[in-house]
């Protein structure tokens, strides 16, 4: 059975149906961070260790921009099918369906076609230190020829969601990293394949698990009455598409900031690259729970719009901030307490002391700015969730324009610390610009679908 958001409780549902959704996302970066805790311990000498770490971190920004693709038009997808779904226009919802998974395959296969093309012209433009560049380039393209398959799941874990079944995705997600974490085993440790051995792993996991989910979600979609209004409709696409593109930057914010910083951390040389890029994948971790609550937000607001029950949608965005703080608080204390030895899992028996004491400084500042970027995320998924996607991409580009000019302008002159303090004043930034739209209430009059 599909999961109905607009009757009930608003904090109950919004806080069970958050709970897939943060298990799947958490997953999903567990997913990323055993490549670089993997090939950081035991890869073999001649890429030991911070090298192997750092060729992983240095294309760990841009991959992780095509995840927010997918996972950006999926959002937009389930805008427009989730409020289709709370009208009860299951003839249209089916055609929004079928739109979107062949147009992001269309996009997908484009995209793994560039990259494979461009990734080390990328990788050069990017400052990747020059010992660690062949090695990031191998990685990053083993990746592009599974971005099919990435696109895939993310689209349909969105799909999913706009229907209220989340637990569908999680259970996926859970089998694909725990496959993952098997492969990267084997291929590194057993095999001794390094850093390409981590990719291939990467590779088969995504694989498996997209084809499964396309096969369950067929078999749900077929539960649904009503037949589609056709396989494609450019009416459906233009109304995602009117979703996607901001969402696309939403998801995207933090990781278009984090690869054009990227060139600057690189600058700093191997060891500063692979402590930041061990604490960058905990921020990433530790930044799941909002994304959750996020996504929540949007289907629970956009299943509510199209009920015509806008009044839900305040009592959701209360229970979701309350969410948000308690997870903060927790987050700073674990950072605090145990920063050493979460960084210590990424490295070798003998790190340099530049690279642990880079890691460990960005976690122990960062720690105290998660609420930030949750009451950011939040309010985002409302705006995104109801279409008024206007403000909200101006806030987001506002982030963005913060922590690249600060991280360019100011890192060469007083150092790489400069890149830390740059990423919670965007995230403030940000919030205040949707919180004060959100408050006018325009919100409430947008109809996307």
């Not at 997953?27 to 670089?36: I, R």
């Not at 192997?52 to 996972?71: K, N, R």
Request: charged share 10%.
């Amino acid at each position: 059975m599909t999961t109905d958001l607009t009757v009930g409780k608003p904090s109950q549902k919004l806080f069970w149906f958050s709970i897939p959704l943060l298990l799947s996302v958490a997953f999903q970066q567990l997913y990323q961070m055993a490549d670089s805790i993997i090939v950081g311990r035991f890869a073999e000498p001649v890429e030991a260790g911070e090298l192997a770490l750092a060729a992983v971190g240095a294309s760990s920004a841009l991959t992780t921009i095509f995840i927010c693709v997918a996972i950006g038009g999926g959002i937009g997808a389930s805008v427009i099918i989730s409020q289709h779904f709370g009208a009860k226009r299951f003839a249209r919802m089916k055609s929004a369906v079928y739109t979107a998974l062949l147009t992001f395959l269309a996009v997908s296969v484009l995209l793994a076609g560039v990259g494979l093309l461009c990734s080390e012209q990328i990788m050069t433009a990017l400052k990747t230190p020059p010992d660690a560049l062949e090695i990031a380039v191998t990685y990053l393209n083993i990746y592009f020829y599974g971005l099919p398959f990435l696109f895939l799941y993310n689209i349909l874990s969105s799909l999913f969601n706009a229907l209220g079944k989340s637990r569908i995705p999680l259970y996926f997600l859970i089998f694909s990293s725990l496959l993952n974490v098997v492969l990267d085993w084997y291929f590194v440790a057993v095999l001794h394949r390094g850093v390409p051995g981590a990719a291939y792993a990467t590779f088969l996991a995504q694989g498996l698990s997209a084809v499964l989910s396309f096969g369950v979600f067929l078999l749900e979609l077929r539960r649904i009455p009503e037949r589609s209004n056709g396989l494609f409709r450019f009416g459906e696409l233009h109304a995602m598409t009117r979703v996607a593109l901001p969402s696309i930057l939403q998801q995207s914010t933090v990781s278009i900031g984090m690869m054009l910083v990227q060139s600057v951390v690189n600058g700093f040389g191997t060891q500063i690259l692979a402590g930041f890029s061990a604490a960058a994948r905990i921020e990433s971790l530790c930044i799941v729970p909002m994304a959750a609550i996020s996504n929540a937000l949007s289907s629970y607001t956009a299943q509510n719009i199209g009920a015509e029950k806008p009044e839900r949608v305040p009592q959701g965005y209360r229970a979701a901030n309350r969410m948000i703080v308690l997870i903060s608080v927790l987050l700073c204390v674990l950072l605090e307490l145990f920063r050493t030895p979460i960084i210590a899992m990424f490295l070798d028996a003998a790190p340099s002391p530049e690279t642990v004491a880079t890691g460990e400084h960005y976690l122990q500042f960062i720690g105290f700015f998660f609420c930030f970027i949750g009451f950011k995320m939040a309010v985002d998924g409302i705006l995104r969730g109801a279409g008024d996607v206007k403000m909200f991409t101006i806030a987001n580009l506002v982030n963005l324009a913060i922590r690249v000019l600060l991280s360019w302008l100011c890192a060469p002159l007083w150092g790489v610390e400069i890149v830390w303090y740059a990423v919670p004043v965007g995230w403030l930034a940000n919030f205040v610009i949707s919180f004060a739209h959100y408050r006018t209430g325009k919100w409430k009059e947008k109809r996307i679908a």
